[in-house]
């Protein structure tokens, strides 16, 4: 009998991989608010596959700390790794619902585009986009899509805030060009994050679209590290040196504005004149 192909076998292997994480999620579905300490046999029916296996993937789960056992009541429960990913995904949650109004109110008032970006990988990720009542509007980017960190003012200021070694795979290995402006080689990307941590915003002039000019500032959590950027974005016309110093004003108070909203004592406490 013919052996299978090396690609039939990784195929297989693959497809393994990928039902032993569906049902790994299926076990974790298990665990809810009215039965958070089911026993093996209950999560085996409940997932329809035998204790065995059932077993198996659980150790697998208590391996990671996705899951514990409790030896004196033979039941499972969630484990603190779960409780961390879940208070991330609230954190994250809170913050879009924080900045919603406060760039609903920016865009209302200067007529230009926000924009909520989070750092995720080696790419920036948007989550928020309000648009303001102007024809001409920039509209590369929305929520759901990811960009390049070293092309716009919220990336930037995500990039020039993530830890050294992040920062230097970055600039290595996942940097762009999207426009003559963008700022590629490491020298320049040096000098960018030095400034942008030195003046607590950015500026982005046409180096991710042509004719846009973007803004950004810093979100900070309760501990101080920047968890988002905020940006405005608008055609170059409309950012004119006798209006650029009061959106770099608005921009910075956008960002210690939602700062403040998700806790950061600092944003709180000492609040800044613009």
């Not at 299978?4 to 292997?13: I, L, V």
């Not at 659980?58 to 039941?75: I, K, P, W, Y």
């Not at 990811?146 to 940097?175: I, K, T, Y």
Request: net charge neutral; proline share 4%; glycine share 6%.
């Amino acid at each position: 009998m013919a052996s299978a192909a090396p690609d039939e076998k990784r195929e297989t292997a693959v497809d393994l991989h990928v039902r032993s994480v569906t049902r790994a999620v299926s076990i974790l579905d298990q665990f809810t608010l009215e039965h958070p300490h089911p026993s093996l046999s209950e999560i085996s029916n409940g997932v329809g596959l035998s204790k065995s296996t059932t077993h198996r993937l659980l150790s697998t789960l208590q391996s990671e700390g996705m899951v514990d056992f409790d030896r004196r009541t033979a039941r499972y429960r969630l484990g603190l790794r779960v409780f961390r990913l879940g208070s991330v995904a609230a954190g994250s949650l809170t913050l879009i619902k924080e900045a919603e109004p406060l760039m609903r109110s920016i865009t209302d008032e200067i007529d230009e585009t926000s924009l909520l970006l989070v750092a995720d990988g080696s790419d920036a990720l948007c989550v928020g986009r309000f648009d303001g009542r102007e024809p001409v509007r920039v509209l590369d980017l929305e929520p759901g899509r990811r960009a390049a960190f070293n092309c716009g003012a919220a990336q930037r200021v995500l990039l020039a805030h993530l830890p050294d070694r992040s920062w230097e795979e970055v600039v290595e290995r996942h940097v762009v060009r999207m426009t003559e402006y963008s700022l590629l080689t490491v020298e320049e990307l040096e000098r960018d994050r030095r400034e942008i941590r030195e003046r607590g915003y950015s500026v982005g002039w046409e180096d991710r679209t042509r004719y846009a000019c973007s803004l950004g500032a810093p979100v900070r959590d309760a501990g101080g590290s920047v968890i988002a950027a905020v940006s405005i974005s608008g055609i170059v016309q409309r950012f004119s040196a006798e209006r650029l110093p009061s959106l770099i004003r608005r921009v910075m108070q956008l960002g210690d504005d939602l700062s403040s909203r998700v806790g950061c004592p600092s944003c709180e406490k000492n609040p800044k004149v613009y």
